[in-house]
């Protein structure tokens, strides 16, 4: 399943943020090759980060659409669709707000790098940044298993005996 394949990216990309947020505190005052360690550590985090969770949205839109095809398709009701898009729609404002907190984190972390900001600033970002992060994830796993389940009753309900397409047999 590819869900569980991005869910596993960000799963990583949590780590990185945590391993990441402890190098931080670890380079203070090591100069400047412990700081490019850090900022280059937060970008590969983010940008796992993001990788993962604009691949969830994808998956989780498309499979959506899929659903809505196939359940129209095999005459089934509406309704059976209502609990995965509820659980969908409470977990798409979570997603993204892990998103811009942590991409937010990292760009206040450059203007602390450069002097525009201050470091408590990025600190006091970071912490919500990694909670949102894991709590993103936890609501990407309840809808990716709701959507499992509802394609495995809709397979229930398919037709097993489908009739052979003429003219691929040698």
Not at 46 to 63: D, E, G, K, R, S
Not at 102 to 107: A, D, H, N, P, R
Not at 123 to 147: D, F, I, M, T
């Amino acid at each position: 399943m590819m869900g569980r394949a991005f869910l596993i990216i960000g799963a990583l990309a949590t780590l990185g943020l945590i391993a990441t947020g402890a190098q931080g505190y670890l380079v203070r005052g090591s100069g400047e090759t412990g700081l490019m360690q850090h900022v280059f550590a937060a970008l590969g985090a983010c940008l796992a980060q993001l990788f993962a969770h604009c691949w969830i949205l994808v998956y989780l839109w498309m499979t959506g659409r899929a659903l809505r095809q196939e359940v129209a398709a095999q005459g089934l009701e509406a309704s059976v669709l209502a609990p995965l898009e509820q659980t969908r729609a409470f977990a798409q404002p979570w997603i993204l707000l892990a998103v811009v907190l942590g991409l937010g984190s990292f760009v206040l972390g450059g203007a602390v790098a450069s002097g525009w900001a201050k470091a408590w600033m990025h600190h006091v970002l970071a912490g919500p940044a990694v909670v949102a992060q894991g709590w993103a994830l936890w609501q990407e796993s309840r809808v990716l298993r709701a959507s499992q389940a509802l394609i495995e009753e809709i397979d229930r309900r398919s037709p097993a005996d489908l009739a052979p397409v003429e003219g691929l047999a040698g």
